[in-house]
């Protein structure tokens, strides 16, 4: 409810004071309110995902764009509206105050003779005081509706004014015009209720407008976030596949100059790791490559050497002996070598075959350091299938047999076995290799498969021979075919090792 | 004199301990450097095996058994310095007949020349010509026709073509041929089996791409057929 002071006298068309100032509602306490957005920044924002503070930015941003822009249509047309009402409303009032005055003018003894007049006219809601006696053109419209403080002033002070009341819950501007004859003052009641009808309309409008606007704003939010987000999964997925050994692995160029500084810093990244690995893997080959030359003159030389080994002194033939055993190891540990570089260049390629499991054993055996090493093959385990690399896996056989033969006592079964019980469908063989060494301590069953493994467990192990790459290799060559290698207790209780290999397998037709 | 053997080798501690070792195994041994000189050497001592290093300064490994096999069948053992797939199949595709990989055992090698110099197995009388459609094998004279015309197949190759001959239709798988051809126990490589295979067909076939005689099984091995 406002009011306002009327600036002209009682001339007709006098344009009334300003807008009716309806903008009071938009509270301008946003200080407290901004502190307390502040804290839920620092507070709280930083434990929601990226994903949800871009969301939720953009939700609120919407919504206090809309509500601002809602406001402010909103005031725009109830000024408009209620100006062009209250503008009109006064010309009017004015227009009929004229009349009444000029029907009171002839100091008439009451005001009976203009509300008839006015009436008359089609002037349906006024009040006139006149004299003190108050006049009402209805039952509805009479002095009791008018405010006190509009009574007052157009009245007392005798001075045009205007206000808006309700009247039976509905809206009126009236218009208090002091006449200029003798104690008299003109009320008219102007309708505001279709006035403040459309206002509600629109209003109703702007807030659905805001809400629509609202969902559309946390909509792009989650738009906007997995755009921004899908560079970041990106590089997340690039840097797992680095991770997995897909070296090569880079992002997709882009024209986005924020993004281009992190692909490119990526790629960069990769590239320098892919160029160190690439150069580790090469530089273990290259010295591998490097070693096989004055190996083959070792290897022929010592040839020549052990055929007339019964010509040599006795301390030249002990001494030949080492040489044989050593250069032998140094030939195995540069073959070991070198396959470890293939698989840290990732250049292994597998000449996969079928390979019945059995047979396989029996031959890999054969070739080994200990050839006469018995093979056990369970009736089931006869008719297995392994596909695999055949000279790799012979490695893999010949590596157990070494190390049974260097750390577990020199001498060993080998066993062909099916873990599953009997009926059960077949997916894994076990060659297992037994020795009567020391056994592996619990807590270095894990250790024995690294590269070079020293310390305890080496110290223990090894007499001359350093526990080097042949159990490591195992793990790797068993590992790319799929299978796993461990280490556990001789099954019966006596002092020894027992190394599995675990190798997917197929069982054939009988 | 017995067997020669030409080794080719560029590193001379190498060669030297190469040939003291191959000479008690009973081969008389001709040296050469480089390339150039060996195929000087060839040409001059005749020798019955070329034992050639694939890395050479000048004519490598790979152009020497090319060059040698333009006019000779003499076996060749290539020796590599890795046993990467590309140097061993590059080196068998240029013609060598078997490979080594340093460092190897003069002992094996000498069982290698062996076997590349073993006579083929004879075929039971009154099979003195074998006939596959348009391709005829007479062992005993080490000869092969195909439309009339004479096939210059190496000593690997005949081997090769006569092993399957000797029970045409019946599937040989690569094992019982590297055991048979270059007497390789069970871990032969089966990819001297495949690339010999190849290069018959290029001399058997009238079309390599579409073999009609030597016909791969898959997964089983290879055949011999009309």
């Known amino acids: 409810m406002t009011e306002q002071n009327l600036a002209g006298q009682a001339a007709v068309g006098q344009a009334a004071a300003g807008p009716v100032d309806a903008t009071a509602e938009i509270p301008a306490a946003v200080g407290p309110w901004r502190r307390s957005w502040n804290v839920i920044r620092h507070v709280q924002m930083r434990r929601f995902a990226l994903r949800t503070r871009v969301l939720l930015m953009f939700g609120f941003g919407a919504l206090f764009l809309s509500a601002f822009l809602a406001a402010a249509a909103h005031s725009f047309t109830r000024n408009n509206v209620v100006n062009q009402r209250d503008r009109t409303g006064v010309e009017a009032a004015y227009r009929d105050a004229q009349v009444a005055q000029n029907e009171l003018g002839g100091n008439a003894s009451s005001a009976e003779a203009a509300v008839e007049r006015l009436r008359s006219l089609g002037v349906q809601r006024f009040v006139i005081n006149y004299r003190g006696t108050w006049s009402a053109s209805s039952a509805k419209f009479t002095s009791d509706v008018i405010p006190p403080e509009l009574q007052q002033r157009a009245i007392t002070e005798s001075t045009p004014s205007r206000m808006i009341s309700y009247v039976d819950g509905d809206p009126w501007l009236i218009v208090g015009v002091p006449l200029t004859v003798a104690d008299a003052t003109y009320f008219e009641f102007v309708p505001m209720s279709d006035v403040q009808d459309t206002l509600s309309s629109v209003l109703r409008s702007l807030v659905f407008a805001g809400i629509i606007t609202t969902i559309g704003g946390a909509m792009l939010g989650v738009f906007a976030a997995s755009r921004a987000v899908r560079p970041l999964g990106d590089a997340a997925q690039a840097a797992k596949a680095i991770a997995g050994g897909r070296l090569d692995t880079r992002l997709e160029p882009t024209d986005d100059p924020d993004l281009r500084v992190l692909a490119n810093s990526f790629n960069d990244m990769a590239a320098a790791l892919q160029t160190r690995v690439e150069r580790d893997a090469r530089f273990a080959s290259d010295v591998s490559h490097e070693l096989r030359s004055p190996l083959m003159t070792l290897a022929a030389s010592i040839e020549v050497m052990k055929a007339r080994r019964d010509e040599l002194p006795e301390r030249a033939q002990a001494a030949l002996d080492l040489l044989v055993a050593d250069v032998a190891r140094f030939q195995g540990l540069v073959e070991d070598l070198l396959e470890i570089s293939r698989f840290d260049a990732g250049a292994i390629r597998l000449n996969l075959e079928d390979l019945l499991v059995a047979e396989f054993v029996r031959q890999a055996v054969a070739v080994s350091s200990m050839p006469d090493t018995p093979v056990d093959v369970s009736e089931r385990a006869e008719r297995v299938v392994i596909r695999g690399d055949r000279r790799r896996l012979a490695r893999v056989v010949a590596n157990l047999i070494d190390n049974a033969r260097l750390h577990g006592g020199g001498d060993a079964v080998v066993t062909v076995v099916e873990p599953e019980g009997e009926g059960e469908p077949l997916g894994h063989v076990w060659i297992t290799v037994e020795d009567h060494g020391p056994g592996v301590p619990t807590e270095e069953r894990e250790l024995v498969f690294e590269r070079f493994a020293r310390g305890a467990v080496a110290g223990r192990r090894s007499t001359s021979d350093g526990a080097g790459l042949g159990l490591s290799l195992v793990d790797e060559h068993v590992r790319s075919h799929g299978g796993r290698v461990f280490v556990e207790d001789r099954l019966d209780g006596e002092p020894g090792a027992r190394f599995v290999l675990e190798l997917p397998a197929d069982e054939v037709g009988v | ?226």
């Not at chain 2, 301990?17 to 450097?33: H, P, Q, R």
């Not at chain 2, 140097?87 to 068998?92: I, T």
């Not at chain 2, 009238?206 to 791969?216: E, F, G």
Request: proline share 5%.
């Open chain 2, 1 to 226: 004199m017995g067997t020669r053997i030409l080794s080719v080798e560029d590193d001379e501690r190498i060669r030297t301990a190469v040939k003291l070792a191959l000479e008690d195994e009973g081969w008389t041994v001709d040296e050469a450097g480089s390339g150039e000189e060996a195929i000087d050497l060839f040409h001059r001592s005749a020798p019955d095996v070329v034992l050639i290093d694939i890395m050479l300064p000048g004519i490598d490994g790979f152009e020497l058994c090319r060059t040698l096999r333009r006019h000779s069948d003499v076996p060749i053992v290539m020796v590599t310095a890795r046993n990467d797939t590309h140097d061993v199949v590059a080196g068998l595709e240029a013609g060598a007949d078997d490979y080594l990989t340093k460092p190897f055992a003069p002992k094996e090698l000498s069982a290698r020349i062996r076997a590349l110099l073993r006579r083929i197995r004879p075929i039971s009388p009154g099979h003195a010509k074998l006939v596959f459609g348009d391709l005829e094998i007479v062992p005993d004279e080490g000869k092969v026709t195909r439309g009339g015309s004479e096939l210059h197949l190496t000593k690997t190759e005949f081997r090769l073509l006569c092993e399957l001959a000797q029970n045409p239709g019946r599937v040989f798988s690569r094992e019982s041929l590297l055991d048979k051809v270059w007497g390789y126990d069970y871990f032969g490589d089966g990819r001297l089996v495949d690339v010999h295979v190849r290069r018959l067909r290029t001399k058997v076939e009238a079309d390599p791409a579409n073999p009609r005689h030597v016909v791969t099984v898959r997964g089983l091995g290879y055949r011999l057929q009309s």
